[in-house]
């Protein structure tokens, strides 16, 4: 059984910052793709971020590029979203999930993940 487990979220002040942990269990990770999504109310889920299994491909969406830094510790089999510069605008709930076709890099297609974790609200407060 794949299990995805997010923490880490919580309020925080525009500005500030909050570092997101998911943790993998049920399968080894260190051969698989790795994303961050994220939903708003109202609003489609979307990704922001996501690395290949080696940790050197990554991709940001530009609305946290440079903002945001995407890292993984496959020993831990642990992948980690720091976010810092919050604005309220990234106030959503944040999921990670695991593409598990064991390609060299990472997919932007959200139909392209396998499995997922059950979100941890962000919420930034102006």
């Known amino acids: 059984q794949v299990q995805l487990v997010e923490s880490g979220g919580g309020l925080v002040k525009a500005g500030g910052s909050l570092r997101l942990s998911c943790a993998a269990s049920?399968?080894?990770?260190?051969?698989?793709?790795m994303g961050w999504f994220r939903q708003a109310p109202g609003k489609e889920r979307e990704i922001v971020t996501a690395?290949?299994?080696?940790?050197?491909?990554?991709y940001y969406a530009d609305s946290v590029k440079g903002r945001f830094t995407i890292s993984r510790d496959n020993a831990k089999n642990t992948v980690y979203l720091q976010m810092n510069s919050l604005k309220p605008e990234d106030t959503a709930v944040y999921y990670c999930?695991?593409?598990?076709?064991?390609?060299?890099?990472?997919?932007?297609?959200?139909?392209?993940?396998?499995?997922w974790g059950q979100g941890t609200q962000v919420t930034v407060s102006s």
């Open positions: 049920g399968r080894t990770f260190s051969s698989y793709g």
């Open positions: 999930a695991v593409d598990l076709s064991g390609s060299a890099y990472y997919t932007l297609r959200i139909d392209e993940y396998d499995y």
């Open positions: 690395i290949s299994w080696s940790g050197g491909y990554t």
